[in-house]
């Protein structure tokens, strides 16, 4: 599982013109689900989601955890990140198919929520236009084969 973790002032996604979640402070948080993974990767990077000490403390120190911070998560599913690029033209046979990728992505959300965040996502397969405002910015890439 690969997540593209961004700290950001704001951000939204928008289906069909309409904003269907958006948050203030916190993480966008991209999500790419791969063939091999299963509940253990989606349990990993959920907990490293959470736990990443990247907002600022009193003397501007990164040393703060989204939960410190105060922050929000907007998790959106992006399939591309396991995108294959030896040639031209991207293929996706890594990608998850739907029937794997959406319960570990909802478990992801699920696994956040539990741990008192407040969550707001996108529409798994949609076509989405995210916004975000970030923060840094603050970049990090989370992938579960290196942890």
Do not use: H, W
């Amino acid at each position: 599982m690969r997540a593209v973790v961004t700290r950001v002032k704001s951000a939204s996604v928008a289906i069909g013109g309409e904003v269907r979640g958006a948050i203030g402070k916190g993480f966008l948080v991209l999500l790419g689900v791969s063939t091999e993974d299963g509940e253990a990767q989606a349990d990993k990077v959920a907990d490293k989601i959470c736990g990443l000490r990247v907002f600022e403390d009193e003397n501007g120190k990164m040393n703060v955890n989204p939960a410190g911070a105060g922050a929000e998560l907007l998790i959106v599913s992006q399939f591309t990140l396991y995108a294959d690029v030896k040639s031209r033209r991207p293929g996706f046979t890594r990608a998850a198919r739907p029937d794997t990728a959406i319960p570990l992505y909802e478990r992801v959300i699920e696994q956040c929520r539990a741990r008192g965040f407040k969550v707001e996502t996108g529409e798994f397969g949609a076509e989405m236009l995210v916004a975000s405002e970030n923060d840094g910015p603050v970049t990090i890439l989370i992938d579960t084969e290196e942890l």
